[in-house]
Each structure stands twice: as structure tokens, then as C-alpha cells.
């Protein structure tokens, strides 16, 4: 049985959204509730949708009560590559489907922290000869150069401000850090934390470099062929309706690009530029559209403006409800609109 602040998270959470719940409160019902209602109600194919768990054996759970849930409700999805595991698990599948250009040849073997302590153990001389390390670590020397691994990896701590830091410690973790990573890379182990590292790491390109100026090129071309489709479309459709003579384009805009701006990039995915004029906000299946004015003070947004105006019919209402009309009369019928306008 659900309860209401359950059914407030199933059925009307806003996104991105973090639910704060104890033990017991019903955390994986009401999360295996919200995968059927993101399925039936919402039209979301099981493939788009990603699970993470701490464990695997909390994944297995949420995946046979998933599939139970689905049963009773006489859904039929296929769930079979839907993203369902604890981090660790979905950050090494996604390095082992989408591999970078090394000159690795094999997969790096995942050790788990028991092994990896053996390690450190039998290979404590490549930590011994480290300066002030019997200084500060005088104890439990495994647990501890386990910890300081885990501290820098987790925390995404930046490896820049450990080599210009006044602190000797921070001196000493970076040093550890640096033996020991260089261990495992040589002798093709990755740990827990190298997994993470690993998948949330970007490898970028340096600004003035020719793979960067190249891409660069790439980039302004393709923004090129979308705006003369754009033309190309709007064409078609307003020969369809049935005029005739020049088109005056009021505005051209893309929603997905990469702008440099002084000193920097602004990627805007799902988000146009500001300082372009007016600007279309776009509705789909069954929400309006609208041409809206940006103000002139948008740098709390980076220059940008969300494009979406969300979606007020699931997939599966919008198809039933939309081959009832015909295209080309809802075109005239706009028309008709905006010239009473």
C-alpha cells in the first residue's frame, strides 16, 4: 500500500530531485513504483532509465521486484538493457563498451580492497623511501595509504593544489597517490576507486591545439548544414500551406553548441544563447510554444536560456490523440490564428 509522501514522489516529484528516507521507510517500493510509473504513465522506454544501488545484491533485489511489479500490472517492457546495478558495476560496464584510444590491449584486472591490501603489504617499500612517510604514518600504514587512495579519488581532489601546497602532508598524499596508481597501471589493476575516477574523468583538448581548432571547425560547419535545413524546412512547409514569394526569416537559432566566450567555452546543450534577440521556447506533445524576450542581465545563467517547455501528453496519449488530425490543416489553422493576431 502507498502511502501519500510516496505518492508525491511517484507521481509528481519535479526534476532533479533527492529524497532524504530512513530504514524502513519504503525506499526500494517506492523507487520500483516510480520505474513502472516513468514506464506506464510517462512512455519512457526501460533503456533510458538508470538505477544506481550501493550494493549488487540491493540491485538484484530492485530488479526482481521490478519485474514483478511490471507482471502484476500487465506491462509488457523489455527490460533487459535497462542500467541496473551499484556504481562500481555501471562505471565499468560503461568503460568496457566505450574504451579511450590507449595503448592498452587488455581489460585492467579489478581488485577489491581485500586484495589490494595484500598488495600494498608485500610493496610497502615503494612507500617506505617517500619522504616524512614514517614521519606521519607510523601505524596501520596499509589502512591508511588505503584511505588517502580513497580520499583523493572520491572527493575528485585536484592533484595541482597537492603539488603547490606548503603542507607537508599534502606533499605525502600526493606522492602516495602518484606510487601507487603507478603500481596498479603497471601491473594492469584498477581498483574501486580508479573505476569511478575513471568514468567521471574527461580528457580534454588544449584550446589552441589542431584536434582542438579541427573539432572547432567541425562544430561550426555542422551549426552551418542545421541552419540551412532549418531554411530548407521552413520552405517546404510554407509552400504547403500555399504561399508564395520570399520568407522573411525572423529568427534561426540552435539549441545544442559550443560558444567561446573571452577566456572560456559555454556548452549549451538544451539551451540557447541570450544576447540573440527573441528567442523560441518550444512545446511539444500537446504543450504551446512560446517566443519570449530574454532580459538583458542573463549572466547568472551564463548567457543561456533553457528551451523546453515540457510535455503535457505521455508518448502514448500523444500518439493516439495526434493521427486524429491532419498536418496540413493544423498549419492552415495556425496561420489563420497568427494573421487574426
Same mark, same amino acid.
Given at each position: 500500500?502507498?502511502? @501519500?509522501? $510516496?505518492?508525491l514522489?511517484?507521481?509528481?516529484?519535479?526534476?532533479?530531485?533527492?529524497v532524504?528516507?530512513?530504514?524502513?521507510?519504503?525506499?526500494?517500493?517506492?523507487?520500483?513504483?516510480?520505474?513502472?510509473?516513468?514506464?506506464?504513465?510517462?512512455?519512457?522506454?526501460? +533503456?533510458?532509465?538508470?538505477?544506481?544501488?550501493?550494493?549488487?545484491?540491493?540491485?538484484?533485489?530492485?530488479?526482481?521486484?521490478?519485474?514483478?511489479?511490471? #507482471?502484476?500490472?500487465?506491462?509488457?517492457?523489455?527490460?533487459?538493457?535497462?542500467?541496473?546495478? +551499484?556504481?562500481h558495476?555501471?562505471?565499468?560496464?560503461?568503460?568496457?563498451?566505450?574504451?579511450?584510444?590507449? +595503448? #592498452?590491449?587488455?581489460?585492467?584486472?579489478?581488485?577489491?580492497s581485500?586484495?589490494?591490501?595484500?598488495?600494498?603489504?608485500?610493496?610497502?617499500?615503494?612507500f617506505?623511501? =617517500?619522504p616524512?612517510?614514517?614521519?606521519?604514518?607510523?601505524?596501520?600504514?596499509?589502512?591508511q595509504?588505503? !584511505?588517502?587512495?580513497?580520499?583523493?579519488? +572520491?572527493? *575528485?581532489?585536484?592533484?595541482?593544489?597537492?603539488?603547490?601546497?606548503?603542507d607537508?602532508?599534502?606533499?605525502?598524499?600526493?606522492e602516495?597517490?602518484?606510487?601507487?596508481?603507478?603500481?596498479?597501471?603497471? &601491473?594492469?589493476?584498477? &581498483?574501486?576507486?580508479?573505476?569511478?575516477?575513471?568514468?567521471y574523468?574527461?580528457?580534454? =583538448? @588544449?584550446?589552441?591545439?589542431?584536434?582542438?581548432?579541427?573539432?572547432?571547425?567541425?562544430?561550426?560547419?555542422?551549426?552551418?548544414?542545421? @541552419?540551412?535545413?532549418r531554411?530548407?524546412?521552413?520552405?517546404?512547409?510554407? $509552400?504547403?500551406?500555399?504561399?508564395?514569394?520570399?520568407?522573411?526569416?525572423?529568427?534561426?537559432?540552435?539549441?545544442?553548441?559550443?560558444?567561446?566566450? @573571452?577566456?572560456?567555452?559555454i556548452?549549451?546543450?538544451?539551451?540557447?544563447?541570450?544576447?540573440?534577440?527573441?528567442?523560441?521556447?518550444? !512545446?511539444?506533445?500537446?504543450?504551446?510554444?512560446y517566443?519570449?524576450?530574454?532580459?538583458? &542581465?542573463?549572466?547568472?545563467?551564463?548567457?543561456?536560456?533553457?528551451?523546453?517547455?515540457?510535455?503535457?501528453?505521455?508518448?502514448?496519449?500523444?500518439?493516439?490523440?495526434?493521427?486524429?488530425?491532419?498536418?496540413? $490543416?493544423?498549419?492552415?489553422?495556425?496561420?489563420?490564428? *497568427?494573421?487574426?493576431?
Open positions: 500500500m502507498i502511502n @501519500e509522501k $510516496q505518492k514522489i511517484v507521481e509528481d516529484a519535479k526534476y532533479p530531485c533527492a532524504l528516507a530512513g530504514p524502513g521507510t519504503g525506499k526500494t517500493f517506492t523507487i520500483v513504483q516510480k520505474i513502472i510509473s516513468l514506464i506506464k504513465n510517462d512512455g519512457i522506454s526501460p +533503456n533510458k532509465i538508470l538505477v544506481t544501488t550501493f550494493t549488487k545484491k540491493a540491485a538484484n533485489e530492485l530488479i526482481e521486484r521490478m519485474e514483478s511489479g511490471l #507482471k502484476k500490472e500487465n506491462i509488457y517492457a523489455d527490460t533487459s538493457n535497462m542500467l541496473i546495478g +551499484n556504481f558495476s555501471l562505471a565499468l560496464s560503461f568503460l568496457k563498451e566505450y574504451k579511450s584510444f590507449t +595503448n #592498452k590491449i587488455f581489460d585492467p584486472l579489478v581488485i577489491d581485500h586484495i589490494e591490501g595484500y598488495l600494498i603489504e608485500k610493496n610497502m617499500d615503494i617506505e623511501n =617517500l616524512n612517510f614514517s614521519k606521519f604514518i607510523s601505524y596501520n600504514e596499509v589502512g595509504i588505503q !584511505g588517502i587512495f580513497a580520499n583523493i579519488t +572520491n572527493n *575528485l581532489v585536484d592533484l595541482d593544489e597537492l603539488r603547490i601546497s606548503n607537508p602532508r599534502d606533499i605525502l598524499a600526493l602516495i597517490y602518484l606510487a601507487w596508481a603507478n603500481f596498479l597501471d603497471e &601491473n594492469d589493476l584498477i &581498483n574501486y576507486q580508479l573505476i569511478l575516477k575513471k568514468f574523468d574527461k580528457d580534454g =583538448l @588544449e584550446v589552441e591545439s589542431e584536434k582542438a581548432i579541427d573539432y572547432i571547425k567541425k562544430h561550426d560547419n555542422a551549426l552551418m548544414w542545421a @541552419e540551412r535545413n531554411e530548407a524546412i521552413s520552405k517546404k512547409i510554407m $509552400q504547403s500551406i500555399g504561399t508564395s514569394g520570399d520568407v522573411e526569416t525572423i529568427f534561426s537559432i540552435n539549441h545544442n553548441f559550443v560558444e567561446k566566450r @573571452e577566456d572560456k567555452f556548452h549549451r546543450k538544451g539551451a540557447v544563447s541570450s544576447e540573440r534577440g527573441a528567442v523560441i521556447i518550444p !512545446g511539444s506533445r500537446g504543450s504551446l510554444s517566443i519570449v524576450m530574454p532580459t538583458e &542581465n542573463t549572466e547568472i545563467s551564463l548567457y543561456s536560456l533553457s528551451h523546453g517547455a515540457g510535455r503535457k501528453w505521455s508518448r502514448s496519449v500523444c500518439k493516439s490523440r495526434l493521427h486524429l488530425f491532419s498536418f496540413l $490543416q493544423v498549419l492552415h489553422n495556425t496561420i489563420l490564428l *497568427l494573421k487574426k493576431m
